[in-house]
């Protein structure tokens, strides 16, 4: 006979609930609970891997920006800041580290200073730096000056300027 660790009753051994309350026995317990087996251990590099959708960012890694509406590709180097934006004639006016006045940025809302992608250990971060018309990362409204974590084919968009991180 076994009892019932909730209400103290006797039932038979070979019962898995108490007859009484419906409480599981502790015969039946331990079979639902096996001890959990060792697995085998696989020594693969212990580097991370680059795949899709992922956020490591070696230092050999580069971004490759593909401009949608342009169809073209951008490499840019981050090794510490990049800045991103449009050159404005005005003097004094701070210049991004990468020009997309080529790629109509003004009539697509691209703000002078727009974006920074920064390291941060081994991933990048996107940060809005006030622009006028927004960045969207996939989709998502970044607010301004709030780091976010850039992955591996990712949909930056600014203003209306459509961009797709890869990393290369």
């Given amino acids: 006979m076994q009892v019932c660790p909730h209400c103290a009753k006797e039932n038979p051994d070979a019962d898995a609930y108490c007859y009484s309350c419906g409480h599981i026995l502790p015969a039946a317990l331990a079979d639902l609970v096996g001890a ?52 404005h004639s005005e003097p004094g006016v701070p210049i991004p580290d990468v020009d997309l006045s080529m790629y109509d940025a003004l009539d697509k809302g691209v703000s002078r200073i727009h974006l920074a992608l920064s390291r941060d250990h081994d991933t990048v971060v996107v940060t809005d730096l006030g622009s006028a018309n927004y960045t969207y990362l996939n989709g998502q409204r970044l607010l301004a000056h709030e780091p976010r974590i850039l992955r591996d084919n990712d949909e930056l968009r600014l203003g209306r300027l459509v961009i797709r991180v890869s990393f290369v």
């Fill in 36 to 87: 959990t087996g060792k697995l085998e251990e696989v020594y693969e590099s212990l580097e991370p891997r680059r795949r899709w959708g992922t956020a490591y960012f070696d230092r050999q890694t580069r971004l490759q920006l593909h401009l949608r509406d342009a169809n073209e590709n951008l490499i840019v180097l981050v090794e510490d800041q990049v800045v991103l934006g449009r050159v």
